[in-house]
């Protein structure tokens, strides 16, 4: 086995796939071969003995799990997954005891409907007990579901876990899996369990979950509760209005991404550009709730899909009143004006009284005239205007936090080969990266991170180049997820900036894969 192949580690929230042993993982083990050798005294699993013993089942307050040196045994997996609930606590529980430093092998469920769930829950490991019973039975497995045939089916069977797993592994690899939970619906316990984690375990996935991924799939109402648009949907609960933009503007989303692109908002956008820079804009979509303008190319407004039909259900209906609610009792504006179509009707409920609603099809030309108008009237030659530095502002401040404001004075925005960046005197600051809507850290506002602790990697003694690989982390602060913007330092001393790859947590006890991507190194 190469270092290259040894080296590949891959983490997605809890789930975490890549190369142990010179094995690939998540791994379905054939209970009838060398990876599970029956001996007198002792089981060899993986190549590591475990002594023979009697082990009670749960509900008699036996023991759960068996440590081995690489990985956990999970016994009892038939039991566990009847209480789905105690399943997924159990689950949360020993990932957070045991972080990334074992993997976990789940006994006796190999069900394929079931493992894209119990990957995302943290299990790695499979074996094929479940499916050899099942294929006893005449059951077998198809992209539809089960259905029985009247002979032994397990070779066709085994095949279709293992390609599960395949899928698997390059969902946890390309940061997809969570798309993979969602779409395999056939088996309710897999919902169920999926369901739970969301509602019950928000904090923890939430921790663990990248800051953004490749696209967001939002084709079913578990989309509304995935963590990363969970966490999104708080920020904006506390986020804070750019300075100097006091009317407020509600639009409806649009199927192209960023909406300012598609055809609906830039007819909206031409009737009242003049008055733009006076108001402040705020798309109403599902899943996200709420978008203000100068997050539409950031994540996860510009990488979400959604049907567009003109129907909501009623958990969008009611996440999309309450975020606006909460949104406007934290920011006040001198007048709100929802300009939206009739499906958006609803959201009447969660805006000022006194606002102006204008309803119907939001391209047609006597709407927009309306609205030109009722801009008209609301801004005069004193009104206050905001400015992009502004916007930046407050998408620094939604990016890294309210810390971040204490640096921010006297900057000014420049654009050099068609990238903004703010500057102070001579020192690029931040560098704005349109594509994915997020600034990016500079040597020179590296200090600031370092003195205030945050978003920061320690590593050894070295000077980071392309890439930095876990085993040279010493530590990393809790509030790195991966894709997020970091520094790297050594001994208090700025060593770099980069990309995260991994959550803090993986950094800190993985020893092998790549943890940062770096952009910036400073020689030591």
């Given at each position: ?389 502004d916007d930046y502002k407050a998408l620094l401040k939604f990016q890294f936090g309210s810390w971040i404001l204490t640096y921010l004075d006297d900057i000014k925005l420049i654009n050099s080969f068609h990238q903004d960046m703010l500057v102070k005197g001579k020192n690029i600051l931040f560098v704005y990266n349109e594509s994915i809507g997020r600034f990016s850290i500079t040597p020179a506002s590296g200090k600031f991170f370092l003195e205030n602790n945050k978003f920061n990697v320690s590593i050894d003694n070295f000077t980071p180049t392309a890439t ?7 530590n990393a602060t809790p509030d790195i997820h991966a894709f997020d913007e970091v520094i790297m330092t050594f001994n208090n001393e700025l060593r770099g900036t980069g990309t995260a790859l991994i959550p803090s947590k993986a950094m800190i006890d993985m020893d092998s894969g790549a943890a940062i991507k770096v952009r ?5």
């Amino acid at each position: 086995m190469t270092e290259k192949i040894k080296d590949k580690q891959y983490v997605m929230g809890f789930s975490w796939a890549g190369y142990r042993n010179g094995r690939k993982f998540p791994l379905l083990i054939n209970t009838f071969s060398d990876d599970y050798i029956n001996k007198d005294d002792s089981i060899e699993i993986l190549g590591e003995d475990f002594k023979k013993k009697i082990y009670y089942p749960s509900f008699l307050n036996g023991e759960k799990v068996i440590e081995g040196k690489d990985f956990l045994i999970i016994f009892n997996g038939l039991e566990l997954i009847q209480r789905p609930g105690k399943l997924v606590n159990f689950l949360v529980e020993l990932r957070k005891k045991y972080g990334y430093t074992k993997l976990f092998y789940l006994q006796g469920i190999s069900d394929p409907y079931i493992m894209p769930v119990l990957a995302y829950l943290g299990v790695n490991i499979f074996d094929d007990l479940y499916i050899r019973r099942e294929s006893m039975d005449g059951i077998k497995y198809t992209v539809a579901g089960k259905s029985r045939v009247d002979y032994n089916p397990l070779e066709e069977n085994i095949k279709f876990a293992e390609s599960m797993l395949e899928s698997i592994f390059d969902s946890i690899r390309d940061n997809t899996l969570r798309e993979i939970a969602e779409k395999i619906c056939i088996s309710g316990k897999a919902l169920e369990m999926l369901r739970i984690a969301d509602t019950g375990y928000y904090i923890e996935f939430a921790a663990a979950f990248p800051s953004r991924t490749p696209y967001l799939q939002a084709n079913s109402l578990e989309s509304l509760n995935r963590p990363d648009i969970a966490e999104y949907r708080e920020k904006i609960r506390e986020y804070e209005k750019p300075d100097h933009r006091n009317i407020a503007l509600l639009l409806p989303c649009s199927a192209k991404k960023p909406y300012s692109e598609s055809k609906t908002h830039k007819k909206i956008l031409g009737a009242i550009g003049q008055y733009r820079k006076y108001i402040h804009e705020l798309i109403v979509t599902s899943p996200v709730g709420l978008v203000p303008r100068e997050l539409e190319n950031g994540y996860p407004a510009r990488f979400y899909d959604i049907p567009v039909i003109g129907t909501w259900y009623e958990d969008e209906k009611l996440m999309m009143k309450n975020l606006i609610k909460d949104y406007l009792s934290k920011n006040h504006y001198t007048d709100v004006i929802a300009y939206i179509p009739e499906d958006l009707d609803f959201i009447r409920e969660s805006i000022p009284s006194d606002s102006i609603v204008i309803e119907g099809r939001v391209t047609d030309d006597k709407n927009l005239s309306i609205l030109a108008g009722a801009l008209r009237e609301r801004i005069n030659q004193e009104s206050e205007y905001g400015k992009k530095m502004d916007d930046y502002k407050a998408l620094l401040k939604f990016q890294f936090g309210s810390w971040i404001l204490t640096y921010l004075d006297d900057i000014k925005l420049i654009n050099s080969f068609h990238q903004d960046m703010l500057v102070k005197g001579k020192n690029i600051l931040f560098v704005y990266n349109e594509s994915i809507g997020r600034f990016s850290i500079t040597p020179a506002s590296g200090k600031f991170f370092l003195e205030n602790n945050k978003f920061n990697v320690s590593i050894d003694n070295f000077t980071p180049t392309a890439t930095v690989y876990a085993m040279g982390i010493l530590n990393a602060t809790p509030d790195i997820h991966a894709f997020d913007e970091v520094i790297m330092t050594f001994n208090n001393e700025l060593r770099g900036t980069g990309t995260a790859l991994i959550p803090s947590k993986a950094m800190i006890d993985m020893d092998s894969g790549a943890a940062i991507k770096v952009r910036a190194g400073l020689k030591k």
